[in-house]
């Protein structure tokens, strides 16, 4: 296989990667790496400081090591890939993000990584992905507004499984994080069968709907 297979794509923007790395210094930790390009998955080791998604959103080439690489598809077994040494976070759709990738946190750190933020539950179309998770956005921002263009490059899906036509990839993630430039569609969902929310016949009771308690 030829090792030139990542192309940057020369029509999207280059420019300024996402804030996001301000906060604690950290000390440098490998961490698995597990991502799907247009053709193939490519799996290995890489080093980051902090957050895997402010190494992927600072759009730098990533060094990994000891990598793998098979089609996408599952068509074929990983082999050893020794000429590969780094990808290109424009050529990745989605990274596959478990728990070894994130760093150590207290309980209020994760908490503060939340707050002031809404919950909603979506089906993100990535060619030819489809990524079923949980986003959270802080209020007024609707969850297509992720098709708009930002300086934040890729976005978790949390607790989310990524699939491939009707074949899931991996396990269920903690997070799986989907490149903006690939998002083709997107909509909120019942995360438990991946359909999008049917209304009840009939007129309101009164109260607030999930709808509106969302906006």
Same mark, same amino acid.
């Given at each position: 296989?030829?090792?030139?297979?990542?192309?940057?794509?020369?029509?999207?923007?280059?420019?300024?990667?996402?804030?996001?790395?301000?906060?604690?210094?950290?000390?440098?930790?490998?961490?698995?790496?597990?991502?799907?390009?247009?053709?193939?998955?490519?799996?290995?080791?890489?080093?980051?400081?902090?957050?895997?998604?402010?190494?992927?959103?600072?759009?730098?080439?990533?060094?990994?090591?000891?990598?793998?690489?098979?089609?996408?598809?599952?068509?074929?077994?990983?082999?050893?890939?020794?000429?590969?040494? %780094?990808?290109?976070?424009?050529?990745?759709?989605?990274?596959?993000?478990?728990?070894?990738?994130?760093?150590?946190?207290?309980?209020?750190?994760?908490? %503060?990584?939340?707050?002031?933020?809404? %919950?909603?539950?979506? %089906?993100?179309?990535?060619?030819?992905?489809?990524?079923?998770?949980?986003?959270?956005?802080?209020?007024?921002?609707?969850?297509?507004?992720?098709?708009?263009?930002?300086?934040?490059?890729?976005?978790?899906?949390?607790?989310?499984?990524?699939?491939?036509?009707?074949?899931?990839?991996?396990?269920?993630?903690?997070?799986?994080?989907?490149?903006?430039?690939?998002?083709?569609?997107?909509?909120?969902?019942?995360?438990?069968?991946?359909?999008?929310?049917?209304?009840?016949?009939?007129?309101?009771?009164?109260?607030?709907?999930?709808?509106?308690?969302?906006?």
């Amino acid at each position: 296989m030829p090792f030139d297979f990542l192309k940057r794509k020369k029509d999207q923007p280059a420019a300024g990667g996402a804030g996001g790395g301000a906060g604690r210094a950290e000390s440098p930790r490998t961490i698995p790496f597990d991502g799907l390009t247009e053709e193939w998955r490519i799996v290995g080791r890489m080093q980051v400081d902090g957050r895997l998604s402010d190494a992927l959103n600072r759009r730098d080439p990533l060094t990994i090591s000891d990598v793998q690489w098979a089609p996408y598809d599952g068509s074929a077994p990983l082999v050893d890939a020794p000429g590969l040494k %780094a990808v290109d976070p424009y050529d990745l759709i989605i990274v596959l993000a478990g728990e070894a990738t994130q760093p150590p946190l207290t309980e209020a750190e994760r908490v %503060a990584h939340k707050v002031h933020k809404i %919950a909603y539950d979506v %089906a993100l179309e990535v060619p030819p992905f489809r990524v079923i998770g949980t986003v959270y956005l802080y209020p007024g921002s609707e969850p297509e507004r992720l098709l708009e263009r930002s300086s934040e490059m890729f976005v978790p899906v949390v607790d989310a499984v990524a699939t491939a036509g009707d074949r899931q990839i991996g396990e269920a993630m903690d997070a799986v994080l989907v490149n903006r430039f690939y998002l083709r569609g997107v909509e909120q969902v019942d995360k438990r069968t991946g359909e999008r929310f049917q209304k009840l016949p009939g007129s309101p009771l009164g109260g607030v709907s999930w709808q509106e308690r969302s906006r």
